[in-house]
C-alpha cells in the first residue's frame, strides 16, 4: 500500500472521529456524553497526528498526542469533579441546570419552545372494538371517491 493512501485512510478516520464527536458534543445536554464526545473530538486529533508523523518520519506527532493524553486526564478528572458537584447539587446531570451557577449579572438562559404542531387531517380515523362492523356511509357503497 501506497504511503499516500495510507495516510489518507487515517486522516479520513481521524476525521469521522472528530465530526462524530463535534456532532455529539453540540447535539447533547448530558454532560458525561458531552465529555466523552470531547474525548473522541481529542482521540480523532491524535490519530491525525500520528498519521503525519508517520507520512514525514518524523517523531512530533507522537510527542504532541503524549501531550494531548496528558491533557485529556486532567480534563477527565475536572470534568469528573464537576460532574459529581452538580449531580451532588441537583439530582440531574442537565448542562441547564448550570444556570443557577451563572455570575449575578447574567440573564437566564431561557429555551425556546418548540411551536404546537397543527394536524392538517380534522378527523383521525379510528378502528372498531372487535367484532362490531363499522358503518359505511351510502355514498361510499354506492359510489367511491377513491380506489
Not at 464526545?37 to 480523532?44: H, R
Not at 469528573?80 to 441547564?96: F, K, N, P, R, T
Not at 455570575?103 to 380534522?122: G, I, R, S
Amino acid at each position: 500500500m501506497d504511503e499516500v493512501q495510507l495516510l489518507d485512510r487515517y486522516l479520513l478516520i481521524g476525521a469521522l472521529l472528530f465530526g462524530i464527536g463535534l456532532i455529539g458534543f453540540l447535539s447533547r445536554r448530558n454532560m458525561i456524553v458531552m465529555f466523552l464526545a470531547a474525548e473522541m473530538m481529542l482521540q480523532g486529533i491524535s490519530v491525525s497526528l500520528v498519521a503525519w508523523g508517520r507520512f514525514h518520519n518524523d517523531w512530533g506527532g507522537q510527542v504532541l498526542v503524549i501531550f494531548i493524553l496528558t491533557v485529556a486526564a486532567c480534563e477527565a478528572a475536572i470534568a469528573l469533579a464537576l460532574i459529581l458537584m452538580l449531580y451532588h447539587e441537583s439530582g440531574q446531570l442537565d448542562i441547564v441546570v448550570w444556570q443557577s451557577l451563572r455570575e449575578a449579572n447574567q440573564p437566564k438562559f431561557v429555551e425556546d419552545a418548540l411551536p404546537e404542531e397543527t394536524p392538517d387531517v380534522e378527523h383521525w380515523p379510528t378502528l372498531p372494538p372487535a367484532g362490531v362492523e363499522p358503518e359505511q356511509p351510502v355514498e361510499e357503497m354506492v359510489h367511491r371517491s377513491h380506489v
